[in-house]
Every structure is written in C-alpha cells, then in structure tokens.
C-alpha cells in the first residue's frame, strides 16, 4: 500500500524559512516523479512544486519560483521542500502526492495523496 | 499557464439526482484532464483520469467526458457520501499542473 507522510510544518514569522519531508513506502520511490500541492485554508488547490525520479526535471509554480527549493533522497525514500521567505500567502496545508502506478513523466494526475501538513506564516 | 474554470462554483442537490460540473480549459488539452473529490479534512481522491477513465473502485454512478477545451463530470444518482467538493485537474502542459477551483456540492 501506497503511503506517503508529511512532516516539517509550523508557525513560521514571514521572510523567515521551513522545510517540509515526505516519507514515502510501499512503492519503489525512484521510479516515480513527486510533487507539491498547497491547499490555503478555505480555498481549492494549488500545485507548488514536481521532480522527476531522478532530479533531472523541476519546475515550480510561479507563486513560489526562486523562494521554493524541491530535492528528493532515493536512498531514503524521502521528498523535501525547502521554503524560504515566506509569505502570509504560503499558509497553507501543504500535500505531497504521487502520480499514476504504471509511472510516467512529471506530468500527470495524483493519485495518491498524504495528509498534508499545515504551514501557517504569522508574525 | 493553462487556466482551468470550473462551473458552477457551488450549488445544492438533492439525494438521487443526477449532477453535472463542468470544466473548461484556457486552451486545447486533448483529454489530459483528471477529477477529483474532497471531503472537509481529507486529501483529495483521483476519480476520473484521462477525461473519461474511471479510476478502480469509484463507483459506476460517476462518470467522465469531453476533450480539447470542454469537460464535464457526471454523477448519475447523488448518494448521500457524494456530497463533497469537485476538482478538475489538467495534465497536458507542465510546469505547471493546474486546478479548476472547485465546485462544492451541497445538501438541498
């Protein structure tokens, strides 16, 4: 079974930085690419970040470009998003989520999702 | 970026009626198009992908069309659990991915 666990979030004041992990099991991570998706509170979803299986594609919404840093660790099976200057407007439930089972590029739909972890930027 | 416009935004059903949402695309994404339902507090869950496939184990009642520009999902008989938020999600063009912004089904 597919699991994928966050973990990283918190109060955070603005301009100041956080970095979220995702755990991955159940499936062999580094045949799949991994993604962000940010859902503000009260609001629909927003797609943050991708990496391809081996690092050699990222992109990243626009929102976050040059403040956002996506990485990923096959040998842990883990998937990290560091977040730098933070923005009220980053508060968000932040999800890390996987494509389709027979694989693909980064571009895809999910169809496994985490929990999410909260991320609220407050002074 | 491709924007993704969802209609309605909300509205109200009854159990047993049969709804249609509707998704339309900035641009042409051939059927790269998925779905998705959320309940409050819970991660989204993959219905339909490829415009039309129904993912395993969503039930029958829910199905997809449409291609290019145009989408729609359909549930054919509301069910009591249905009562959620709907998604579309296109897949053709990356970066990025992009979101419709919802459409919340209430209780009538």
């Known amino acids: 079974e597919v699991q994928l666990v966050e973990s990283g979030g918190g109060l955070v004041q603005p301009g100041r930085s956080l970095r979220l992990s995702c755990a991955a099991s159940?499936?062999?991570?580094?045949?799949?690419?991994m993604h962000w998706v940010r859902q503000a509170p009260g609001k629909g979803l927003e797609w943050v970040s991708g990496?391809?299986?081996?690092?050699?594609?990222?992109g990243y919404a626009d929102s976050v470009k040059g403040r956002f840093t996506i990485s990923r660790d096959n040998a842990k099976n883990s998937l990290y998003l560091q977040m730098n200057s933070l923005r009220a407007e980053d508060t968000a439930l932040y999800y890390c989520?996987?494509?389709?089972?027979?694989?693909?590029?980064?571009?895809?739909?999910?169809?496994?999702w985490g929990q999410g972890t909260l991320v609220t930027v407050s002074s | 970026a491709i924007r993704m416009t969802q209609s309605p935004s909300s509205f109200s059903a009854s159990t047993g009626d049969r709804v249609t949402i509707t998704c339309r695309a900035s641009?042409?994404?051939?059927?790269?198009l998925a779905w998705y339902q959320q309940k409050p507090g819970k991660a989204p869950k993959l219905l339909i992908y490829?415009?039309?496939t129904l993912q395993s184990g969503v039930p029958s009642r829910f199905s997809g069309s449409g291609s290019g520009t145009d989408f729609t999902l359909t549930i054919s008989c509301l069910q009591s659990e249905d009562f959620a938020t709907y998604y579309c999600?296109?897949?053709?063009?990356?970066?990025?991915?992009?979101f419709g912004g919802g459409t919340k089904v209430e209780i009538k």
């Open positions: 490829a415009a039309s």
């Open positions: 990496i391809s299986w081996n690092s050699g594609s990222i």
């Open positions: 159940g499936f062999t991570f580094d045949d799949y690419a």
């Open positions: 641009q042409g994404i051939s059927s790269y």
């Open positions: 989520a996987k494509g389709p089972d027979y694989g693909g590029n980064s571009a895809e739909y999910f169809q496994h």
């Open positions: 999600q296109q897949y053709y063009s990356y970066p990025p991915l992009t």
